[in-house]
């Protein structure tokens, strides 16, 4: 159980899994593991976040075990995995989010133009 939130940890998602095998399989010191793993879930908030902005949302990683999940209004709600995550941020952003989206797609292609040489 957490001691901050009182929760029940659960097992590793299937988007930490690479790390931890890797982990497991190798002479991987202790602070490697944590730093591999925390590097590769802002990575991921981060690309979730290109899709997230549309919506008026943010997600974050919190301490390396959940993510939080906030909108412009200062709600926010605690985020197991990425898997949870998209339910959460269709209820927040009060519709679906959609990766077909075409105001979706606009805005993304729209972002990365400027860095296009």
């Not at 991987?28 to 997230?52: F, K, M, P, Q, W």
């Not at 949870?84 to 075409?102: H, K």
Request: hydrophobic share 35%; with cysteine.
């Amino acid at each position: 159980m957490c001691v901050l939130c009182g929760e029940f940890v659960a097992q590793a998602h299937w988007t930490d899994r690479h790390i931890e095998d890797r982990a497991r399989s190798s002479e991987t010191e202790i602070g490697d593991y944590h730093r591999d793993r925390r590097r590769d879930r802002i990575l991921r908030a981060s690309l979730a976040n290109r899709v997230l902005a549309h919506y008026g949302l943010r997600l974050d990683d919190w301490s390396g075990s959940r993510y939080v999940l906030r909108d412009r209004k200062g709600g926010s709600e605690l985020v197991q995995d990425l898997g949870s995550l998209w339910p959460v941020a269709g209820r927040m952003a009060g519709r679906t989010p959609d990766p077909l989206d075409p105001a979706l797609m606009e805005a993304m292609s729209a972002a990365e133009r400027p860095h296009q040489r």
